[in-house]
């Protein structure tokens, strides 16, 4: 058995039949909806083995999962094993080539990948030749399990279309406010009835579908609104679906075509909810609501609130998660990688939650009145602190006087006495601690004249006001940015509001009155 670390030659990648006593592995695959069952795969499978004396050392099943797809859990675990060196097994062995892999790249790609790795693929019933022709004829049954899928798609795109021309529903999930309701459609070749599904109006939620398209014709209301009186779904997400389905005006979207092909002359796939007229009212009051234009931050996958938000409904319970921006969207990071179930806090509109911010930011900071209390609040905070650099620097420099003196008076007294080790270690110590204050006096002096040189005038801190409010209405997103990132310290986001937290306020006698809450 071959169990070489070295490349296999290019007489083992072409070889296309396993000698007496090889050690096999069997991959088997059974996609939804066959008649043939697995164990009736992995039965002959096994007879086959028998018969050609070969040993099977494991079974690879991927039981229910379609061959156009690489993502199979067994499949990719063989995968991964055939790359081990030295090789676990001389062969791999298929009920088909069909089973192995749908796609004819996909299939063609594996194969030899395996090859190449000097393992022989083969198939119990694709007749191929142990010969120069058995690449050719391979090639050929790969193209042929190829073309059964897109035939076969191609069948079923028929058949859908010829049960929505007569007025049945295709296929998939029907919308709510409608169930399906089965009816017979003639006999299958083999005798069998076969149905369909017409959709007809579910009597135990009509009222309160017909309930929603009535508020949002007659007041435009908001999702929210919808939510209070209808709560159709669990998540707001929906409405949005919910409202820009054409189904609940009697008409069908299917595959970009809309049926009955006669509806604009009054003809219904189903029986409506309103009609065509309202549908596209509530298609205008929506569009009203989307961006006309390309924000600068969407351009630049950038996002305002990055870096100060955080997630309101996650802080409640003591945990800490980030508000990113993804898709035009604010989002919990904590449930998007944790799941749904983590936390309550949906996905907000990032440029609605963003004009929520600069409002306030607008009306609450800059103002004169604000820009003034934080000039006088920030010169008293300077004045406090030149003062206490002060009082420190004359104390070091007290101090650095007191260790030069000893150290001056260490160097007379060995100069007398001669250097001895301990006076040695006195002297490192001493030196040391004057060397330490002198380096913290040098950093305390240029610190005290950083705060002497950036004393503002009052006149210039208010004059900024205008330079201020032309960033915010208009400026760069990164200077947006850091104009937050000055006067706001964290942004919480929750499921019914925003809260603010200021870096200073003019009533900041309590830190508690920094979190200014603000309702969507």
């Excluded at 600068?296 to 870096?307: A, E, N, Q, V």
């Excluded at 000055?486 to 200021?502: K, N, P, Q």
Aim: hydrophobic share 35%; net charge positive.
């Amino acid at each position: 058995m071959p169990r070489s670390k070295q490349p296999a030659g290019k007489s083992e990648q072409r070889r296309w039949e396993l000698p007496f006593g090889s050690r096999v592995w069997v991959y088997l695959r059974h996609s939804p909806g066959d008649n043939q069952t697995i164990g009736s795969q992995v039965d002959a499978m096994r007879q086959w083995c028998e018969i050609n004396q070969w040993q099977i050392v494991r079974e690879f099943v991927d039981e229910g999962i379609e061959g156009s797809k690489e993502e199979r859990e067994q499949f990719q675990q063989m995968m991964t094993l055939a790359r081990q060196l030295p090789r676990l097994v001389d062969g791999i062995v298929v009920w088909s080539f069909s089973r192995f892999a749908r796609d004819q790249l996909d299939s063609q790609f594996y194969k030899a990948d395996l090859r190449k790795h000097g393992f022989v693929v083969m198939s119990k019933i694709d007749d191929i030749p142990n010969n120069e022709v058995a690449p050719i004829i391979e090639a050929v049954v790969d193209w042929k399990n190829q073309r059964f899928l897109e035939d076969l798609s191609a069948d079923i795109k028929r058949g859908q279309h010829y049960l929505v021309e007569h007025g049945y529903f295709p296929s998939g999930s029907v919308s709510i406010g409608y169930r399906f309701e089965r009816v017979e459609l003639g006999l299958k070749r083999n005798g069998e009835i076969r149905y369909a599904n017409k959709l007809v109006k579910d009597e135990s939620l009509s009222e309160r579908v017909a309930l929603a398209w009535k508020m949002k014709i007659e007041q435009n209301a908001t999702f929210h609104q919808v939510h209070d009186a209808t709560h159709l779904y669990e998540r707001f997400k929906y409405y949005g679906v919910f409202f820009r389905n054409m189904i609940y005006s009697g008409v069908l979207n299917f595959a970009g075509k809309r049926y009955p092909s006669d509806w604009i002359n009054g003809s219904r796939f189903c029986e409506p909810y309103i009609t065509v007229e309202e549908f596209l009212k509530v298609q205008h009051n929506l569009h009203l609501h989307d961006i006309k234009h390309i924000a600068p931050r969407l351009l630049s996958t950038s996002y305002l609130l990055t870096g100060i938000s955080w997630c309101g409904e996650c802080a409640s319970r003591g945990e800490r998660s980030r508000v990113v921006g993804s898709v035009g969207n604010y989002r919990c990071l904590a449930k998007s990688e944790k799941g749904s179930k983590h936390c309550v806090l949906p996905r907000r509109r990032c440029h609605f939650v963003d004009d929520v911010v600069i409002d306030f930011f607008k009306q609450t900071v800059l103002t004169s009145e604000y820009l003034q209390a934080e000039y006088e609040l920030a010169r008293s905070s300077s004045v406090t602190s030149r003062e206490q650099l002060t009082s420190q620097i004359q104390q070091l420099d007290q101090l650095s006087k007191d260790y030069e003196g000893q150290v001056k008076s260490l160097i007379t007294l060995i100069a007398k006495k001669g250097m001895t080790p301990l006076l040695e270690k006195e002297y490192d110590h001493l030196n040391s601690l004057w060397n330490d204050a002198q380096s913290q006096l040098a950093e305390l002096t240029k610190q005290a004249a950083i705060a002497y040189t950036q004393a503002i005038p009052k006149a210039d801190f208010l004059g900024n006001l205008k330079e201020m409010q032309a960033i915010i209405n208009g400026g760069p997103i990164e200077s947006q940015r850091a104009l937050f990132g000055r006067y706001i310290e964290a942004v919480y986001l929750y499921t019914d509001s925003v809260h603010v937290h200021l870096k200073f306020r003019q009533d900041d006698t309590n830190p508690a009155k920094r979190i200014v809450p603000i309702r969507f």
